[in-house]
């Protein structure tokens, strides 16, 4: 299996992984998608709402926040020393409040941990009136996507079978397949067709230069085929900010490999023998 | 109040809402404005083009 990076940011990683079968592409998209824990706003204690704004949706936009998550300082209240109480390990705390007129942003929701404040400063949550207030104390704590999207470190997460383009002899280089990709990539190439350098990726496999090809009058077959290559997919993942991308391809991988490890142990455990 | 998150795909679009407003309403063409601003899947470029601020009319009523 291996993985050759066309891009990687902080937020944003491009990345072709072959060798892998669509079921562990599948699996790897998955976890990262919820199987990665971060940060959420989870409790949130209203003193003071005279907004427009409904306490509940208050808190649910406060919910959606990212919040940095450094997963060294905090670990899941399950199972925390603390009993489920809340303490600084399972816990990051926020304080809030402004009063009007002005619009709140996430940049006023101050936390006790630096390391665990908004990742975007500019997020408005409430507009403010005259003689309005909003007062309150909110709580984050550690969670997966799996119970809530706010709890998803990534945001558009996904992969696509990477394409083989095929152009037969008998392409006349008529270019009504040129005219007809949507996403440029195909160029004419004396007197036939050629895929243009670097634009293979774009392919989205929609198949319109085939009918194109067909409805020239080429006969049965169209002389370009569009196929997938196997075992060859190309992911896209972006970070809402919580963590690098790098880490959520990391931990995802990490949470894999301990899952199949522990499927191992179970087998072996029925079975009788002993580990390797 | 403009959504915080992208409804499809989960990013954080409310932070563009106020300058895509202002240089909407001076004129400017939305497509560009969009495209400036780094939205470029169409899930959450109509999140901004269909949003609708009303927050301010509910001021007197509390």
Same mark, same amino acid.
């Given at each position: 299996m291996e993985i050759a990076f066309a891009h990687l940011d902080e937020r944003t990683a491009k990345f072709v992984l072959s060798g892998a079968t669509p079921a562990f592409a599948n699996v790897l998209r998955r976890a990262m998608i919820s199987e990665v824990p971060t940060l959420a706003i989870e409790d949130?204690? $209203?003193?003071?709402?005279? !907004?427009? %704004?409904? &306490?509940?949706? /208050? =808190?649910?936009?406060?919910?959606?926040?990212?919040?940095?998550?450094?997963l060294s300082c905090y670990g899941p209240r399950e199972g925390c020393g603390c009993g489920g109480a809340g303490c600084p390990v399972c816990t990051a705390t926020y304080t809030l409040s402004v009063e009007g007129p002005r619009t709140v942003y996430s940049s006023d929701l101050i936390p006790q941990d630096p390391n665990a404040a908004p990742a975007e400063e500019n997020i408005p949550i409430v507009e403010l009136?005259?003689? @309005?207030?909003?007062? %309150?104390? =909110? @709580?984050?704590?550690?969670?997966?996507?799996?119970?809530?999207?706010?709890? @998803? +470190?990534?945001? =558009?997460?996904?992969?696509?079978?990477? +394409?083989? $383009?095929?152009? &037969?002899?008998?392409?006349?280089?008529?270019?009504?397949?040129?005219?007809?990709? +949507?996403?440029g990539v195909l160029a004419a190439d004396s007197g036939s067709v050629k895929v243009v350098e670097g634009r293979l990726e774009s392919c989205s496999l929609c198949r319109l230069c085939e009918r194109a090809c067909l409805a020239s009058g080429i006969g049965n077959e169209p002389a370009?085929? $569009? &196929?997938?290559?196997?075992?060859?997919?190309?992911?896209?993942?972006? !970070?809402?900010?919580?963590? +690098?991308? !790098?880490? $959520?391809?990391?931990?995802? /991988?990490?949470?894999? @490999?301990?899952?199949?490890?522990?499927l191992v142990e179970v087998v072996n455990e029925i079975t009788g023998e002993v580990a390797e | 109040m403009i959504p915080v998150r992208c409804f499809t795909c989960g990013k954080v679009i409310s932070t563009a809402w106020e300058e895509f407003k202002e240089r909407r309403d001076a004129g400017e063409d939305p497509k560009e404005v969009l495209d400036d601003l780094g939205l470029e899947r169409y899930c959450c470029r109509r999140m901004l083009l269909t949003h609708k601020e009303v927050v301010e009319d509910l001021f007197p009523y509390q």
């Amino acid at each position: 299996m291996e993985i050759a990076f066309a891009h990687l940011d902080e937020r944003t990683a491009k990345f072709v992984l072959s060798g892998a079968t669509p079921a562990f592409a599948n699996v790897l998209r998955r976890a990262m998608i919820s199987e990665v824990p971060t940060l959420a706003i989870e409790d949130v204690r $209203i003193y003071d709402n005279t !907004s427009v %704004l409904f &306490d509940e949706i /208050l =808190a649910h936009r406060l919910g959606l926040i990212p919040l940095k998550t450094d997963l060294s300082c905090y670990g899941p209240r399950e199972g925390c020393g603390c009993g489920g109480a809340g303490c600084p390990v399972c816990t990051a705390t926020y304080t809030l409040s402004v009063e009007g007129p002005r619009t709140v942003y996430s940049s006023d929701l101050i936390p006790q941990d630096p390391n665990a404040a908004p990742a975007e400063e500019n997020i408005p949550i409430v507009e403010l009136g005259e003689d @309005q207030k909003v007062v %309150l104390e =909110a @709580q984050a704590v550690i969670g997966t996507g799996k119970e809530h999207a706010k709890w @998803q +470190p990534t945001v =558009a997460c996904g992969y696509k079978n990477y +394409p083989a $383009i095929r152009i &037969d002899e008998n392409c006349d280089g008529c270019g009504m397949c040129i005219d007809e990709c +949507p996403r440029g990539v195909l160029a004419a190439d004396s007197g036939s067709v050629k895929v243009v350098e670097g634009r293979l990726e774009s392919c989205s496999l929609c198949r319109l230069c085939e009918r194109a090809c067909l409805a020239s009058g080429i006969g049965n077959e169209p002389a370009i085929h $569009i &196929d997938t290559e196997e075992g060859r997919f190309i992911f896209v993942v972006e !970070s809402d900010g919580s963590m +690098p991308v !790098s880490e $959520i391809i990391e931990r995802a /991988l990490q949470y894999v @490999q301990k899952r199949s490890d522990d499927l191992v142990e179970v087998v072996n455990e029925i079975t009788g023998e002993v580990a390797e | 109040m403009i959504p915080v998150r992208c409804f499809t795909c989960g990013k954080v679009i409310s932070t563009a809402w106020e300058e895509f407003k202002e240089r909407r309403d001076a004129g400017e063409d939305p497509k560009e404005v969009l495209d400036d601003l780094g939205l470029e899947r169409y899930c959450c470029r109509r999140m901004l083009l269909t949003h609708k601020e009303v927050v301010e009319d509910l001021f007197p009523y509390q």
